[in-house]
């Protein structure tokens, strides 16, 4: 998403970020480590507690990393170990111009409450408690004429490829111009196999990222992005990205990270 922001921020005019499934914008490490009855393991020592202290990460993830170091100290943390975690809303607000525009949308009303309190007073910020995918029919299309929409569910429902299906017949009908970032977990319980070959079928560019970090069998082993109508030169830094967090973040010898054009420009 931040490499995404970057490129649409390569010419002057102003664009529109929507964020579907934004969450509450920040997280706190130490507090998601003790659970919601008695304390558990915490998960960010095998995600961002392997890149924390890193210092030969690519331009593409060193940028990511800066910012989430800033949000993490700005914040109040001076441990040598990260705390304060931003959410997609947090880190495309970092990124943002004075000019670019900012939608979130989360349904879930204490996530929302807490998204609110984040990002009140904000300018150029607004909140919404409704369903992410009416945002699609909502917001698009912009008044800035150009757009970033990052769909990034959480796939509690057998569903879920059905409404972003519906939500891309929309989008496309609305403001097919527009880039999306559309996240999915690799996973047998939720194949994402059929809803790519929808995109393939629809003819637009779009490429898909893929990060697996275990074999089959490991419940969700890994995650991908389709960028549909992707930035210049976006899909190189896709490469890097996966290539490094590969070899970095790996669970077991099937690791791998991989970038693969549906529809060419």
Avoid at 36 to 49: C, L, V, Y
Avoid at 133 to 145: G, M, S, T, V, W
Avoid at 213 to 238: F, M, Q, S, Y
Wanted: contains cysteine; glycine residues 8%.
């Amino acid at each position: 998403m931040v490499r995404l922001a970057r490129a649409m921020q390569r010419k002057e005019k102003a664009f529109l970020y929507v964020d579907t499934h934004a969450g509450r914008g920040r997280y706190d490490l130490a507090k998601a480590s003790e659970g919601d009855t008695q304390a558990r393991a915490p998960e960010w020592p095998e995600g961002i507690g392997r890149l924390w202290d890193r210092a030969d990460a690519p331009p593409e993830v060193a940028d990511y990393l800066g910012l989430v170091r800033a949000f993490d100290l700005r914040h109040g943390n001076l441990a040598p170990e990260p705390r304060f975690y931003p959410g997609s809303p947090r880190l495309a607000k970092a990124v943002a111009r004075p000019q670019d525009r900012i939608e979130l949308w989360e349904k879930h009303p204490e996530e929302c409450d807490a998204l609110r309190d984040e990002f009140h007073g904000e300018r150029r910020v607004s909140v919404h408690r409704a369903d992410g995918y009416a945002a699609i029919r909502a917001c698009l299309p912009p008044a800035e004429r150009r757009a970033l929409v990052l769909i990034d569910p959480p796939f509690e429902s057998q569903e879920e490829w059905r409404h972003i299906e519906a939500a891309m017949d929309e989008a496309f009908r609305r403001f097919p111009g527009g880039t999306y970032a559309i996240w999915y977990p690799l996973s047998g319980r939720v194949p994402a196999a059929d809803y790519l070959g929808y995109l393939k079928s629809l003819g637009k560019p779009c490429f898909t990222t893929e990060l697996a970090l275990a074999g089959a069998g490991t419940g969700i082993a890994g995650c991908g992005v389709v960028t549909v109508n992707p930035p210049w030169k976006v899909d190189d830094e896709a490469r890097a990205i996966v290539g490094y967090l590969a070899t970095v973040l790996c669970l077991g010898q099937e690791a791998q990270g991989s970038v693969r054009w549906l529809v060419p420009k």
